[in-house]
């Protein structure tokens, strides 16, 4: 899909940057219901929650920091 195409369809462009979110958190260490309310979640820093988890925060206490 082009550029000019995801500009006129911003609903997938969100959907594209939420999957790529799911992914990243998935792989950091987040199980797939966590990774998916944290990417859903805009506000939520994905560096940030990543970094959580490779600090050695567990999933339940970084997901309370977080949201």
Do not use: K, N
């Amino acid at each position: 899909m082009s550029s000019a195409e995801l500009q006129d369809r911003p609903d997938v462009e969100i959907e594209l940057v939420e999957q790529w979110r799911i992914e990243s958190l998935s792989r950091a260490g987040y199980d797939p219901e966590s990774a998916t309310v944290l990417a859903a979640s805009h506000e939520v820093d994905l560096h940030f929650a990543i970094r959580l988890l490779e600090s050695g925060c567990p999933v339940d206490l970084a997901l309370q920091i977080l949201l």
